[in-house]
């Protein structure tokens, strides 16, 4: 039976918001703000009103136990307060990314959704999100209560435009059974990017068992490879890349987001690196070579790969037949760091009910909630008293802690906890920093510095276009 929210949703809208490119539309559907990216500063309730309400909750969930799990705390949110019904939608990922505009571009607004990092800013620019500062501070809801780091991606000029629901604290994983094989020492906690480069480039084997630094190596008979990207080296969807180019001595963007940074020396040096590594020294596989074969690290056919707590859950769940550790990401000249990424809860500017769905997303991210994700040991949190609850009961792998929970109560001297804030206009940047890009990464041109000049010059119009102040 369709919820109340699919109900409200015509076909004819569906088919408008599957045509949309961005989110440009969502101005019509939102309250103009004063400044682009102001979201509202309508005045709150003292309270929440004890009448009964119906609200609208919409949120991307996996069939099975991530849906059952939201469904059984949606209920117990309800018992506790019988005047309020949620009406919940679950949606696969994609359908969610593309079905969310649609409904704001068409008016059928929830009461509070569910908002990516990676997209959070974009739709707090357009107006389509209530600044929570206010009712953190009537209700006191301490950002320091969570992983501070990860408010770094929610907020923008004081206002917080989400309440961060999960972690995801990256770190490289290893096949300890590859390193024995190979008679090369674990990587340390505070390793460094050519120590990786070079273990990476010892642990690529060809079927006659050389590695890719001799001169036997035959690279078109590849049996194992060092290391496992989980995307492109560059600023485009996950966080974790952060971490390598901050070690290079780089960044993405400067402070203001006035200009990508990608023409620095250090953010080519960090290209030039693993454009290297996948098309010269073939240390790491394109995805046409694992296609086909599971998981690269879980099923043997990588020494490394970057990756958080996950690694280890689907690991367990696939009885993995080898030894693992993990560590962190690689430091450099600019430093090492763990860097952090995460979702969160929003309530919408033209929420009906924008109280109702605050108290939601307070319950949802409130620590006997967030200790009960945690110990399926599936989904991080994003509660500092709770992210314990991850870690492993038989202690194994023997760092999973240090590298997954401990940087956040108990940052390790040299170790840096960070973020990244994607700006606006993500998905349009996304695609300039691919058209220049992607032939550097599937090795059909290795001009990595004409590539950056050529997408530094569309981002930074696009940048300036948006006068994200």
């Given at each position: 039976?369709?919820?109340?929210?699919?109900?409200?949703?015509?076909?004819?809208?569906?088919?408008?918001?599957?045509?949309m490119?961005?989110?440009?539309?969502?101005?019509?559907?939102?309250?103009?703000?004063?400044?682009?990216?102001?979201?509202?500063?309508?005045?709150?309730?003292?309270?929440?009103?004890?009448?009964?309400?119906?609200?609208?909750?919409?949120?991307?969930?996996?069939?099975?136990?991530?849906?059952?799990?939201?469904?059984?705390?949606?209920?117990?949110?309800?018992?506790?307060?019988?005047?309020?019904?949620?009406?919940?939608?679950?949606?696969?990922?994609?359908?969610?990314?593309?079905?969310?505009?649609?409904?704001?571009?068409?008016?059928?607004?929830?009461?509070?959704?569910?908002?990516?990092?990676?997209?959070?800013?974009?739709?707090?620019?357009?107006?389509?999100?209530?600044?929570?500062?206010?009712?953190?501070?009537?209700?006191?809801?301490?950002?320091?209560?969570?992983?501070?780091?990860?408010?770094?991606?929610?907020?923008?000029?004081?206002?917080?435009?989400?309440i961060?629901?999960?972690?995801?604290?990256?770190?490289?994983?290893?096949?300890?059974?590859?390193f024995?094989?190979?008679?090369?020492?674990?990587?340390?906690?505070?390793?460094?990017?050519?120590?990786f480069h070079?273990?990476?480039?010892?642990?690529?084997?060809?079927?006659?068992?050389?590695?890719?630094?001799?001169?036997?190596?035959?690279?078109?008979?590849?049996?194992?490879?060092?290391f496992?990207?989980?995307?492109?080296?560059?600023?485009?969807?996950?966080?974790?890349v952060?971490?390598?180019?901050?070690?290079?001595?780089?960044?993405?963007?400067?402070?203001?987001?006035?200009?990508?940074?990608?023409?620095?020396?250090?953010?080519?040096?960090?290209?030039?690196?693993?454009?290297?590594?996948?098309?010269?020294?073939?240390?790491?596989?394109?995805?046409?070579?694992?296609?086909g074969?599971?998981?690269?690290?879980?099923?043997g056919?990588?020494?490394?790969?970057?990756?958080?707590?996950?690694?280890?859950?689907?690991?367990?769940?696939?009885?993995?037949?080898?030894?693992?550790?993990?560590?962190?990401?690689?430091?450099?000249?600019?430093?090492?760091?763990?860097?952090?990424?995460?979702?969160?809860?929003?309530?919408?500017?033209?929420?009906?009910?924008?109280?109702?769905?605050?108290?939601?997303?307070?319950?949802?991210?409130?620590?006997?909630?967030?200790?009960?994700?945690?110990?399926?040991?599936?989904?991080?949190?994003?509660?500092?008293?709770?992210?314990?609850?991850?870690?492993?009961?038989?202690?194994?792998?023997?760092?999973?802690?240090?590298?997954?929970?401990?940087?956040?109560?108990?940052?390790?001297?040299?170790?840096?906890?960070?973020a990244?804030?994607?700006?606006?206009?993500?998905?349009?940047?996304?695609?300039?920093?691919?058209?220049?890009?992607?032939?550097?990464?599937?090795?059909?041109?290795?001009?990595?510095?004409?590539?950056?000049?050529?997408?530094?010059?569309?981002?930074?119009?696009?940048?300036?276009?948006?006068?994200?102040?």
């Amino acid at each position: 039976m369709e919820n109340l929210i699919q109900q409200k949703l015509s076909r004819r809208q569906i088919l408008k918001g599957a045509a949309m490119l961005g989110l440009g539309t969502l101005a019509a559907a939102c309250a103009a703000p004063a400044a682009p990216g102001a979201g509202t500063d309508a005045p709150i309730a003292s309270a929440p009103s004890t009448e009964a309400v119906t609200i609208d909750f919409i949120t991307p969930g996996a069939l099975g136990t991530e849906r059952e799990m939201y469904t059984a705390f949606v209920n117990e949110f309800m018992e506790a307060n019988p005047n309020v019904t949620v009406n919940v939608s679950f949606e696969a990922w994609n359908d969610y990314m593309t079905k969310l505009p649609t409904m704001l571009a068409g008016g059928v607004v929830p009461d509070m959704i569910h908002q990516h990092m990676s997209i959070v800013q974009d739709y707090a620019y357009r107006g389509a999100l209530r600044d929570l500062i206010p009712y953190m501070e009537r209700d006191g809801v301490e950002p320091e209560d969570y992983i501070p780091a990860l408010f770094e991606a929610f907020t923008h000029n004081g206002r917080t435009f989400g309440i961060p629901k999960d972690s995801a604290a990256w770190g490289i994983y290893y096949n300890k059974t590859k390193f024995d094989e190979a008679g090369l020492d674990y990587p340390s906690l505070n390793w460094t990017l050519d120590e990786f480069h070079q273990l990476a480039r010892e642990l690529t084997r060809d079927s006659n068992g050389n590695p890719s630094t001799s001169s036997n190596f035959d690279s078109s008979s590849i049996a194992q490879w060092g290391f496992t990207w989980v995307d492109s080296p560059g600023p485009n969807n996950s966080e974790n890349v952060r971490a390598f180019v901050r070690a290079s001595g780089g960044d993405w963007y400067d402070d203001a987001y006035s200009q990508t940074l990608i023409t620095d020396e250090a953010v080519i040096d960090h290209f030039t690196r693993f454009h290297a590594m996948r098309c010269i020294e073939r240390s790491s596989p394109m995805a046409a070579q694992t296609e086909g074969q599971g998981d690269p690290f879980r099923n043997g056919l990588t020494a490394m790969q970057v990756g958080f707590h996950t690694i280890d859950f689907f690991s367990r769940e696939e009885n993995v037949p080898f030894e693992y550790d993990v560590t962190f990401i690689p430091g450099g000249p600019g430093g090492q760091y763990s860097v952090v990424g995460c979702s969160g809860w929003a309530v919408p500017t033209q929420a009906s009910h924008p109280e109702v769905g605050w108290e939601l997303v307070k319950f949802l991210t409130s620590l006997p909630v967030q200790q009960s994700i945690g110990e399926r040991k599936r989904w991080g949190v994003s509660l500092k008293e709770a992210v314990d609850s991850i870690v492993p009961e038989d202690g194994m792998p023997e760092h999973f802690r240090t590298v997954h929970t401990e940087p956040f109560y108990n940052p390790m001297e040299g170790i840096e906890v960070i973020a990244f804030k994607f700006p606006p206009n993500q998905s349009r940047i996304k695609e300039v920093y691919s058209e220049y890009f992607d032939p550097i990464w599937t090795c059909a041109g290795d001009d990595v510095a004409g590539a950056a000049a050529s997408a530094k010059a569309e981002i930074d119009d696009l940048l300036a276009g948006l006068n994200w102040q």
